[in-house]
């Protein structure tokens, strides 16, 4: 038996105990690790170590690998009919409401997030996703195919076998259920390593896992860095496909490694540098807040935020004005105070990487409007920064910084924003802001990425696929399009008295 750790709860938002298992999930219960290694997991607003969990490394993937393929061939997959799947799925999101709370105090604790954003958006939208593919794990289905009187044809969606999931920490909850909720609808097994700065809502899970009644070995929490436990996640040849969320670096070398081994499937959701384009005719009020949450929201740690903000001449400086009172009016501080927007980055490495960046945008000669600066003496917190007089070339332009940073852009005709929105690697998402729809959907047409909002930024829909164009990444993730990342298609052809 591994151990665990309690932590009290004596906030203005929550008041409450949670008791979180701190071993590794393997086979339906929590075990040490081979190798007894541990990770420290910290408290972003002042740096204090919250508690340490369990360090897997590859014979701990090794272990997992074993039990999720025997419990995949033995008690899981088309064994269990998609509607007995889809139960277990719908006990799992009961469960997590009914923890609702403790859950998003344990990831305002971790990620540094509002207390009030976690349990307003991340845990519902998880709880929703689970329930969606409840919903379609007995509609996974193939079809019937006309060829000739002597033949019957048809396809089966057959579940891959055995699905490794690494995730992120910005979203551990709600990552969680973008890989699991799929997943396991399609009837895979699954070993999952969430992010080795963010474990701890993922451990919670676990218990609620087997209190859901899902069979011993379908579904693996493997905590440990993505050096070692990741890296062996990718490599094993166990393991038949990968589904990662994180960075375009560590997306290459995880198709590096699939490729390498056993060609494994591989979805990748990636970086992004998304363009918000602001035309003269919008409604200024609405688009000032739709872009500010689009590049504050979650303290601008998002693949999506939309840190590219082209604004069209005509209407530059009263929007600037605008948008700079309202960053100003976002209270930076205690993730669990009832009225803070936005609480520390997640780690000092983050802190730093987002510090740098804000370093060159100063030497490369943009002007910080806002911010620039850190908020307080202690944590992780960084103030809201607003860059003006920028150039395409900057890196605070051209690279993902995932940070509470904006660069406000000026232009002049539809053509040169299209230009300078898809001037850049990434290709995730977009947004595009104007009364006159004609012009919103050609621009948003004409823009290279996986989504396009228009008239609103960060705005998902969980049956609406996500995903990304250029290196943005590989595949969809929510909707039915997931789906197709979980299943093999298996044609079959039935000889109905052809003789040779």
């Not at 919670?204 to 050096?227: K, M, T």
């Not at 993730?335 to 936005?342: G, L, M, S, V």
């Amino acid at each position: 038996m591994s151990s665990s750790f309690t932590y009290q709860f004596d906030t203005p938002a929550y008041k409450g105990t949670s008791t979180v298992p701190t071993g590794l999930f393997i086979n339906g219960k929590f075990v040490e690790p081979v190798e007894k290694g541990t990770i420290e997991v910290l408290n972003p607003v002042n740096g204090k170590v919250i508690t340490s969990v369990a360090a897997g490394t590859a014979a701990d993937i090794d272990i997992a690998a074993r039990a999720a393929k025997k419990a995949y061939k033995e008690r899981w997959g088309l064994k269990v009919p998609g509607m007995q799947r889809g139960r277990m799925l719908n006990k799992l999101a009961d469960l997590l409401q009914a923890n609702a709370d403790e859950f998003s105090a344990l990831e305002a604790l971790d990620v540094g997030k509002t207390f009030g954003v976690a349990r307003n958006s991340d845990i519902p939208g998880s709880i929703a996703v689970l329930r969606y593919y409840a919903g379609w794990a007995d509609k996974i289905q193939g079809k019937t195919i006309e060829t000739n009187e002597k033949k019957l044809a048809y396809t089966r969606h057959e579940p891959i076998g055995v699905v490794g999931a690494i995730i992120p920490w910005n979203f551990p909850l709600t990552m969680l259920s973008w890989k699991i909720g799929p997943a396991l609808a399609a009837g895979n097994a699954v070993i999952l390593k969430p992010s080795e700065l963010t474990p701890l809502t993922a451990l919670r899970l676990c218990p609620l896992l087997v209190e859901a009644g899902f069979p011993d070995g379908v579904i693996n929490i493997v905590n440990g860095y993505g050096s070692t436990a990741g890296q062996a996640l990718s490599e094993h040849m166990t393991v038949d496909k990968i589904a990662f969320t994180g960075s375009t670096l560590t997306g290459r070398k995880i198709m590096e490694a699939a490729a390498k081994t056993n060609l494994k499937k591989v979805t990748l959701e990636l970086g992004g540098k998304s363009p918000s384009v602001i035309f003269d005719d919008v409604d200024l009020e609405q688009t000032v807040k739709w872009v500010s949450h689009g590049i504050f929201m979650n303290h601008g740690q998002a693949c999506t935020a939309g840190s590219r903000i082209f604004v069209q001449a005509g209407i530059y400086d009263k929007f600037l004005k605008a948008f700079t009172e309202h960053a100003l009016s976002l209270k930076v501080g205690d993730p669990f105070a009832r009225d803070t927007y936005q609480g520390p980055q997640v780690s000092q490495t983050q802190f730093e990487r987002i510090m740098g960046y804000i370093k060159s945008g100063k030497e490369d000669g943009a002007t910080v409007h806002i911010g620039g600066e850190r908020h307080g003496n202690e944590g992780y917190f960084i103030q809201p920064t607003i860059f003006t007089e920028c150039k395409p070339n900057m890196k605070i332009v051209q690279e993902e910084i995932f940070g509470p940073v904006a660069a406000v852009i000026r232009f002049t005709t539809e053509e040169e924003a299209v230009e300078q929105a898809n001037d850049t690697l990434y290709g995730l998402a977009c947004s595009v802001f104007t009364r006159d729809i004609d012009r919103a959907i050609r621009v948003a047409h004409s823009i290279e990425a996986g989504t396009a909002w228009i008239n609103c930024h960060n705005s998902t829909e969980l049956s609406v696929p996500f995903g990304g164009f250029k290196q943005s990444g590989i595949g969809r993730e929510l909707g039915e399009y997931a789906l197709e990342h979980y299943t093999n298609v298996k044609a079959v052809h039935v000889n109905i008295g052809h003789r040779l």
